[in-house]
């Protein structure tokens, strides 16, 4: 358990509807019982310039944003949040735990939005300072559930329709293959408590047993 003192970057990625916002939330609440120093922050957003940027990319009218700028909006978002909190907070010993960050830029502009995937790797890593999470869960639901569970008004992106969403699992899926050292995939059609008792069981043998 020793490990727990040590500060650890961990991330939360999955489609729209997927339930890793709760997950997060519930992992938050177990490292706190555990006298773990923790914080939670969320993409895009978490400073006040990335907030006004996530108000542009998810809430005002800006339908006509083209696939780029989008990207662009969205890394530019997670340079500041990098800069400004994560890397400030893992250097003095706090945790950060992260709802999404840059694969969700790979998985949703390069899946989604079908831009080249090897073009937004190459932004990634000049916005994050080349900082990789430690591990990351992939709430995995199919598309059709994630519209099912979407009871609130949809934003921007979440807008993008049904086939925008399976491409973006499919991108996910392909990550999760390509960086399974730290890429685990979690069955996200499970109910609440049991997708938690899986993250619990992995994040164990994972970060407790180093």
Known sequence: MSTLNKSKFITFEGIDGCGKSTQVKMLVEKLKQLG?????????GGTRISESIRDILLYRD????????????MTASRAQLTKEVILPTLKKGTWVIADRYADSTLAYQGGGREIKVDWLEKLNQ??????????????????DEGVRRQKTKQDRIEQAGIDFQKRTRELYLKLAEKYSNRIIVINGQEDIDTIHKNIWKEFEQRMLEK
């Open 126 to 143: 000049f916005a994050t300072y080349e900082t990789v999470p430690d591990l990351t869960f992939f709430i995995d639901i199919l598309p």
């Open 36 to 44: 773990v120093d923790v914080i939670t922050i969320r993409e895009p």
């Open 62 to 73: 800006t339908h006509e944003l083209s696939e780029r700028t989008e990207s662009l909006l």
